[in-house]
Structure formats: structure tokens, C-alpha cells
T-cell receptor, first 115, second 111 residues
Framework: EPEVTQTPSHQVTQMGQEVILRCVPI?????FYWYRQILGQKVEFLVS????????KSEIFDDQFSVERPDGSNFTLKIRSTKLEDSAMYFC?????????????FGAGTRLSVL | GENVEQHPSTLSVQEGDSAVIKCTYS??????FPWYKQELGKRPQLIID?????GEKKDQRIAVTLNKTAKHFSLHITETQPEDSAVYFC??????????FGTGTRLLVSP
């Protein structure tokens, strides 16, 4: 069964450093998302991406964040200057919107630790 | 924007009992309601979903009900097993947009 894959599984960085989290969505999906989950809390939406542009973003997704689909398979989340509060699990998801349903499949996540 | 409330935050049952988790949503435009199961340190996995044109859906031991008028939906797990222990999240979505998640319910099934 196709899966969303994310790398790395764990990223440790110093405050102020840039990080890039990588995702390979399911191959025939057209809608891509990033979510984050602070330890012990709910999953929060960051950004959605369709047709090579951002379709929606949350208040969390400020100027320090950016997304890119550099080629036909990868979908990346960049945090320009990390802060302590960016420490969280970051999930990528993709969907195909079949039958009127927005079924989103999640990757295994990247745990970001900002020191 | 959409806001999803979920109760209870924790639920402990004995193996074989039923478990019910309830969610309410605020945006009447929401039309898709999935439930995800998340085991410790793992990705959220879709276990069942329902669209707003359906009142109930069942898949083996799992069922979901939706009351559009009252804007609430519930997950029902019958004959619970220890492997059902996990955190369960409800979510709501409208017009193929983002998922808005509830705060999660930690289900513990004791043998």
C-alpha cells in the first residue's frame, strides 16, 4: 500500500538555524499538507498546497515558514530561523479527494528538537 | 473558523466493553468527518470517516454517527480489545480543505 514518507525521522537543531523537512507524498495525490503536533497536544494545521501554490495557511505559518515542491515527487517545509517553540512532531499528509471525500494520509512524521 | 471539541480526554474501559467518544463542531459548512487513531510515537491513521449526507456508518466493531442539526458526531467501539488502546482524534473538514482536529481521547482498554 502506498505511503507518505518523511525524512528525517528526527532532526535536532540549534535555535536560529534553518531546517528543511522533506516529504514524498503518495504519487497520484494532488493535495499536500503540513501539520504539527506539540508533545501531548492535538494535531494543528500549518499549510495546504495545491497546483504549485499555497491554498491555505494558518496563523502558525508565519514568515519563518515556507513550502516548496521542487520536483515531481518531493514536498518540503522550511523553517528559516528556528525557535524553541518550534519543537514538535511535523506531519506531512496528502490526499486525492476521491468521491467527494478529503481522505488525508499521514507520514510517520519528523520530530524536530530545537535546542 | 472551525472549532472541534472532543470528550472525554481520557477513557478507561475493560476489555469487551464499549467505548464512545463524542465531538462537536462549529462550522455548518463542514461536510467530512474522519476519525484517526494514533498509537504512541506513530502517525495518525484513518480508521473510519463519514460524510454529511450520511447519518451512520459501520465497519466491523467501529461505527460513527453524525447529527448535522446538533453539529455533533461520535465514535463507537464495541467489544474493545487491548490493541484498541491509543489516542483517538476526531476531525472536521469542509470543501476539501484542512482537517481541524479535536483535542484527542486517550483510550485505555484493560485486559
Amino acid at each position: 500500500e502506498p505511503e507518505v514518507t518523511q525524512t528525517p525521522s528526527h532532526q535536532v537543531t540549534q535555535m536560529g538555524q534553518e531546517v528543511i523537512l522533506r516529504c514524498v507524498p503518495i504519487s497520484n495525490h494532488l493535495y499536500f499538507y503540513w501539520y504539527r503536533q506539540i508533545l501531548g497536544q492535538k494535531v494543528e494545521f500549518l499549510v495546504s498546497f495545491y497546483n504549485n501554490e499555497i491554498s491555505e495557511k494558518s496563523e502558525i505559518f508565519d514568515d519563518q515558514f515556507s513550502v516548496e515542491r521542487p520536483d515531481g515527487s518531493n514536498f518540503t517545509l522550511k523553517i528559516r530561523s528556528t525557535k524553541l517553540e518550534d519543537s514538535a512532531m511535523y506531519f506531512c499528509a496528502s490526499s486525492a479527494h476521491r468521491g467527494g471525500k478529503n481522505i488525508q494520509y499521514f507520514g510517520a512524521g519528523t520530530r524536530l528538537s530545537v535546542l | 473558523g472551525e472549532n472541534v471539541e472532543q470528550h472525554p480526554s481520557t477513557l478507561s474501559v475493560q476489555e469487551g466493553d464499549s467505548a464512545v467518544i463524542k465531538c462537536t463542531y462549529s462550522d455548518s459548512a463542514s461536510n467530512y468527518f474522519p476519525w484517526y487513531k494514533q498509537e504512541l510515537g506513530k502517525r495518525p491513521q484513518l480508521i473510519i470517516d463519514i460524510r454529511s449526507n450520511v447519518g451512520e456508518k459501520k465497519d466491523q466493531r467501529i461505527a460513527v454517527t453524525l447529527n448535522k442539526t446538533a453539529k455533533h458526531f461520535s465514535l463507537h467501539i464495541t467489544e474493545t480489545q487491548p490493541e484498541d488502546s491509543a489516542v483517538y482524534f476526531c476531525a472536521a473538514s469542509s470543501s476539501f480543505q484542512k482537517l481541524v482536529f479535536g483535542t484527542g481521547t486517550r483510550l485505555l482498554v484493560s485486559p
